[in-house]
């Protein structure tokens, strides 16, 4: 029925129609997941080859295969997020269930070139989608803010700072209002002096962006991109590196909350504000990588809380706004199932979420002494002794990717018996690493090779915010919001 959007999609910039006759639909979503499966699986498997020759000094000793499918961008988009534990240790299994023609891929030097699909463990928003209204809030909370003692962050769901103030423009990170992710103080990497310290009033400016400046000698006075603004502890702007941060300059978050105290490195590549050049992919941490995306977590627990029942991935605090049709998703969500049995997705509910495990999602996740923990900017690898491992248990192999499969594989199998150990150990530090290379953060979307192309997403969230998200039942480790 063209009079109905009933059955409508677009594909290639047309819209097309669909029989709203239920075996049709079906029969369209076993064709759906099944092609999706094939794309996954074999790009996953090339992603996760790729990552070896990126992070371990060793040679490949194998030929990498690829396969790319047209299929439809919406449509491995359907769950608006893949956690990370979805592109580890399923793609092999999967290879073995599907039968696809295969073209070798092709090296050029030491550098793999090939597509991968991998999606950032966060949701998403377009800062210029809601201009007015952003502004009209920040201006409301700018001024209340003046008034009163009280932060009004947690009276509205946009930031107090409207987007053409943000310092690092067109993105801003912050803690999650009413999460419980208290922001203590924004440091240097290789420095204990605080660029900006929570105040004991709980209202104080933003200092760091010019603290920078300061310490490049630039001028500080430029309040357009360094508002001044009256904040808090629970919404203060925090900062995003970019990789071209000399050593010890990356910027660095410590937070707490009620359980978990400890640091945020954020690193986005293509961002600006934290270095006095413009950014450079031909230098620093993104230099010769595919990852657009490194979120490092670093820091203690507070209680000897079970990790097979923490999660991490994103809660929203509303609907989704325009979603793909239900055959996408019900077809995407069957193919999830092969590569994260415990995902747990729930996108068309009033509080749309996506959750996986915690100590199986992360690229890398170590357990260490105090005086064992390498610098936070450093690049991080998976544990090669048994005592710094969340299992206790290394595997003997030299690359950190096996080890990390052999972590993440063990510790599914503990999620699933609903095992009461491991459990968090106070008294050592935790390091959690996420990785991602599609997200595009200039422009919000997911780019998904020169025949699928680039997915928009501000439609299928409605405006909310990424996040950086990991939780205890219903009280959050740490909640990060990326605007």
Not at 111 to 123: A, I, M, N, T
Not at 258 to 277: A, D, H, K, M, V
Not at 327 to 351: T, Y
Not at 423 to 436: C, G, H, I, K, S
Request: charged share 25%; with cysteine; net charge negative.
């Amino acid at each position: 029925d063209k009079n109905s959007d009933i059955g409508k999609f677009h594909f290639n910039n047309k819209l097309r129609y669909i029989s709203d006759d239920p075996t049709v639909q079906e029969s369209i979503e076993c064709v759906f997941a099944s092609k999706i499966g094939e794309n996954l699986a074999l790009m996953l498997q090339e992603e996760e080859d790729d990552e070896v020759a990126e992070r371990d000094d060793e040679a490949l000793d194998h030929k990498m295969e690829t396969f790319v499918e047209e299929v439809t961008p919406a449509a491995l988009l359907a769950p608006s997020v893949l956690q990370q534990s979805l592109l580890r240790n399923r793609s092999d299994r999967v290879l073995e269930k599907l039968s696809s023609p295969t073209v070798k891929s092709k090296r050029r030097g030491k550098k793999l070139h090939q597509e991968s699909l991998k999606l950032v463990h966060v949701g998403t928003f377009d800062p210029n989608n809601q201009l007015e209204e952003t502004k009209a809030d920040a201006n409301t909370a700018a001024r209340a803010s003046k008034r009163s003692s009280q932060c009004i962050c947690c009276k509205q769901s946009t930031p107090i700072v409207g987007p053409e103030r943000w310092p690092q423009s067109p993105l801003l990170l912050r803690p999650s209002p009413g999460k419980g992710t208290v922001i203590k103080g924004i440091r240097k990497a290789g420095s204990d002096h605080y660029l900006w310290a929570a105040s004991p009033s709980k209202l104080s400016t933003l200092t760091w962006p010019n603290a920078l400046r300061q310490g490049w000698d630039m001028d500080a006075a430029d309040t357009e991109s360094n508002p001044m603004e009256v904040m808090c502890p629970t919404c203060m702007i925090l900062p995003i590196n970019n990789g071209n941060e000399e050593p010890g300059e990356a910027l660095v978050t410590d937070f707490e909350s009620e359980l978990f105290e400890g640091s945020l490195l954020l690193r986005l590549r293509n961002s600006e504000g934290t270095t006095p050049n413009p950014y450079c992919d031909d230098i620093g941490y993104f230099h010769g990588m595919n990852r657009r995306y490194q979120a490092v977590v670093r820091g203690r627990f507070k209680s000897a809380i079970p990790i097979t029942e923490c999660l991490t991935g994103f809660v929203l605090d509303r609907q989704c706004g325009k979603l793909p049709p239900k055959w996408i998703l019900k077809g995407s969500i069957k193919v999830l199932s092969f590569f994260a049995p415990q995902l747990q997705a729930e996108l068309d509910g009033a509080h749309p979420k996506s959750l996986t495990p915690l100590g199986s999602t992360p690229q890398v996740l170590s357990v260490q002494d105090e005086e064992d923990v390498q610098n936070i900017e450093e690049m991080q690898y998976e544990p090669t002794k048994d005592k710094d491992t969340l299992l206790g248990e290394a595997l003997d192999a030299p690359g950190t990717l096996q080890r990390a499969r052999h972590r993440k594989k063990k510790f599914d199998k503990l999620f699933t018996e609903k095992s009461p150990t491991p459990v968090a150990d106070p008294n050592r530090v935790y390091t959690f690493e996420f990785l991602q290379h599609l997200f595009n953060f200039n422009d919000f979307s997911v780019e998904l090779g020169s025949m699928l192309g680039a997915v928009q997403l501000k439609e299928i969230l409605g405006g909310q915010p990424m996040q950086i998200m990991a939780a205890h039942g219903d009280k959050r480790l740490w909640s990060f919001d990326l605007w």
